[in-house]
């Protein structure tokens, strides 16, 4: 990872400073959404999001590391030219390459089944709110660096495309919103929250449409572009059905596994992977055709929790969030082994919150064990924090036996929009 002043992540500091403008951002919408009594937020759905966020963010030193070293390798031994960073005009022409190049990953990730696999998780909430902005893969990193190469070949130092492609991930926060009308003549040739509404919609004309970054002018000239004509139906086509972002970061993987298990074919079993979603094998059920749907007919996946349930539920990731940014802050002062010790809990802890939220048999001991290995671990981290971090999870530990009680919360059968 690139490295900053005093051994922090230059990317980690991008996102500690993010971070309290996308919270504030996302507030005020749900203030709106709160006035208007329009539904645009459900509060597990919304925690699953952000949970998916933040587990892309502490997981990232590991899954990004690669791909960071290759753009830089490649750069600098491969580049055609050493690109001035004191050139506006380089500034420039990196911007524009970069969005087209994230164009051409983006439409990748929906048309090739492996790619697939991980962008899936941004589209699987079925609701569209400034919180969906957040859902990010834990994996994409592993794969999306591949698309950038023509920047290193170029010449582009690493810091130039850290920082262009920084700018590029911000913009795209702001559009995924339902609160936004269109915006004039902006339309024609900028990503707006209207094209990016059509992007996450699941109707069969909508599907796989509008994949700009920043410039929708890719699309139009690529044949990708439709315009939004009616509110789309959000999610995917085959719904998650889930709150727990773990299970969200692997439901796509073990789905294909699952095909290429069971198909009888070697070519299939391979094809699979490289296949669009929409192909099947025959015998899997052959080539499947997106129905269509409306916004009456959607079922959403819902569940009813206890209030005591949803207030710890939200408390706990509010801890997990600041414990994650304080990662990001100390994790040059971590060995190895005590940073995976580390991203581990945070994972668990993720993973409890939306399978709390959804009544789950196990989650009740999973948090108690979290709780156990925390305290125990106190030791191994750096003596300036341990006891901060000690209250910390000391006052965490209270609320979840003063909240959490041991009736779980009910289902509630999927209701429509």
């Known amino acids: 990872m ?10 980690a500091i991008y996102i500690i400073l993010a971070i309290p403008v996308f919270i504030l951002c996302i507030a005020i919408e749900v203030l709106l959404d709160l006035r208007k009594h329009r539904g645009f ?10 949970s998916c966020g933040v587990g892309q963010q502490i997981l990232l030193p590991l899954t990004g590391a690669f791909g960071l070293f290759a753009y830089q390798y490649l750069q600098q031994h491969f580049g055609l ?3 001035p ?14 969005d087209f190049l994230y164009y051409l990953y983006h439409r990748g990730s929906h048309r090739v089944n492996f790619l697939w696999a991980t962008h899936a998780v941004h589209h699987q909430s079925e609701e569209y709110n400034l919180s969906v902005a957040l859902r990010q893969s834990w994996f994409t990193s592993l794969t999306s660096w591949i698309f950038y190469i023509p920047l ?9 495309f850290v920082l262009v492609r920084t700018l590029n991930t911000l913009y795209q926060f702001w559009i995924h919103t339902r609160m936004a009308p269109k915006l004039g003549f902006l339309e024609w040739f900028l990503n707006t929250p209207s094209h990016h509404r059509v992007h996450h919609g699941i109707n069969p004309r909508y599907i796989d449409k509008n994949h700009a970054g920043i410039f929708i002018i890719w699309d139009r000239l690529l044949g990708t572009f439709i315009e939004e004509d009616s509110e789309p139906v959000y999610g995917t086509v085959k719904p998650l059905a889930s709150f727990n972002p773990v299970w969200a970061n692997f439901a796509e993987l073990q789905r294909l596994w699952q095909i290429s298990r069971s198909t009888r074919r070697w070519r299939d079993k391979i094809w699979i992977w490289f296949a669009p979603p929409e192909w099947h094998p025959q015998d ?4 499947v055709i997106v129905p269509e749907v409306t916004r009456e007919e959607q079922q959403k996946y819902r569940v009813s929790a206890p209030l005591s349930v949803g207030i710890y539920t939200t408390v706990s990731f509010v801890g997990l969030l600041l414990a994650g940014t304080f990662l990001l802050y100390i994790s040059h002062q971590l060995t190895m082994p005590l940073h995976l010790l580390y991203i581990a809990q945070l994972v668990v802890g993720l993973a409890t919150v939306g399978a709390l939220s959804e009544g789950k048999p196990w989650a009740r001991p999973l948090e108690l064990c979290r709780f156990a290995c925390l305290f125990g671990s106190l030791a191994l981290l750096p003596q300036p924090y341990q006891m901060a971090l000690f209250l910390g999870f000391a006052l965490h530990a209270v609320l979840f036996v003063f909240l959490v009680g041991r009736r779980a919360p009910s289902l509630q059968p999927a209701s429509s929009l």
């Open 284 to 287: 899997c059920g052959g080539v």
């Open 2 to 11: 690139l490295k900053g002043r005093g051994g922090e992540t230059l990317d």
């Open 152 to 160: 290193a070949l170029i010449g582009f130092p690493i810091l130039m």
């Open 81 to 83: 030219w050493t690109v």
């Open 41 to 50: 937020y459900s509060l597990a759905d919304s925690l699953a999001c952000l």
């Open 85 to 98: 960073m004191g050139s506006v005009w380089a500034w420039i022409v990196l911007f524009l390459i970069d």
